[in-house]
């Protein structure tokens, strides 16, 4: 299933763009996608690490192996 996408015009400095591009070996519309992707991750791992230590979390290792 294909996401809605939103076509942008963006004005981006030419050094960066092209180490990224170089990064990837995608086009420039794929690079920026994968960079606003790894943006979410990186928010979703902060979120993630500020919950560490109020989620209590029990489990048996070795009645789960059994």
């Known amino acids: 299933m294909r996401s809605a996408s939103k076509k942008i015009t963006i004005n981006v ?12 070996g995608q086009g420039i519309t794929t690079t920026v996608v994968q960079g606003l ?10 979120a993630l690490r500020k919950l560490k230590g109020k ?5 048996d290792l070795a009645a789960s192996r059994r």
């Open 13 to 24: 400095p030419v050094a960066i763009l092209e180490r990224a591009t170089r990064i990837t």
């Open 37 to 46: 992707q790894e943006l979410d991750k990186r928010a979703q791992r902060s």
């Open 55 to 59: 989620i209590h979390f029990d489990l």
